[in-house]
């Protein structure tokens, strides 16, 4: 009596592994989330007649609606800095340090493209466009309002400033996958063009209604975290 119930017993058990795994190697399923980092080189666009290139560190966590659109919460922290005191005519030079926190929804071209048996689609399914709202906080801490060149020029300017900026996005994601053919390490390549819906980032006020810009190339990584039994309409990897 005891024979046959333990053969059952392990018929089923067998039957269930053997349906899990033919179900994992299907290759549709992803996780929910990834959890990033990321570095980033900002240049400002404002009132400073010269730009520089500053670093910046990027975390960022993502929630996949699908494989190819997702939804991203982003703090970046780093620093600002533009302009000469000397060369210019302004003399306007400033630096900063500053944390952005950022919403945005990103899509990427496999969720519209049929990337099947056709290799340019397939190496265009990872390019993304992004977009979303954010808030910037920003703290000068080395400025010069006074020109040399032009004695008595000077451009006032707040120190300290919080302002909404509109994140607009473009960028490419390498997928790396598991042996279950699963999406589970990425490598991200952007390029930022954070709208500023003011005029404090790099300290000056030298136009009325004027708007600074900040735009960043970004390198980073994110990493599949959390269960993979979401199903996908669309084999992920060709």
Do not use: W
């Not at 333990?6 to 994992?24: E, N, S």
């Not at 032009?150 to 473009?170: A, C, H, K, M, V």
């Amino acid at each position: 009596m005891i024979k046959p119930i333990t053969k059952t017993a392990l018929l089923t058990l067998f039957i269930c592994f053997t349906a899990l795994a033919v179900h994992a190697q299907l290759g549709y399923n992803f996780a929910k989330y990834d959890i990033g980092a990321s570095v980033g080189f900002n240049t400002v666009h404002g009132d400073a007649q010269t730009q520089t290139s500053t670093p910046s560190i990027n975390l960022n966590f993502t929630i996949n609606q699908t494989p190819y659109t997702n939804f991203v919460l982003e703090a970046q922290l780093g620093r600002f800095a533009g302009g000469d005191s000397l060369t210019t005519s302004t003399g306007r030079q400033f630096k900063s340090d500053f944390s952005a926190f950022i919403f945005r929804g990103q899509l990427q071209a496999g969720e519209f493209l049929d990337y099947s048996g056709n290799h340019v689609f397939n190496a265009l399914k990872n390019l993304y466009i992004s977009a979303g709202i954010g808030y910037i906080v920003n703290h000068i801490t080395d400025i010069s309002r006074d020109s040399h060149k032009n004695p008595g020029f000077y451009t006032g300017g707040e120190d300290n400033s919080q302002e909404i900026f509109i994140p607009l996005r473009i960028g490419y994601e390498f997928k790396l996958f598991n042996q279950y053919q699963q999406p589970s390490v990425k490598f991200d390549i952007g390029y930022g063009y954070n709208y500023v819906l003011g005029d404090g980032v790099d300290g000056f006020s030298a136009t009325a209604n004027h708007h600074d810009i900040y735009s960043q190339y970004t390198i980073g990584v994110k990493f599949a975290i959390g269960s993979s039994d979401i199903s996908y309409r669309k084999q992920i990897q060709y």
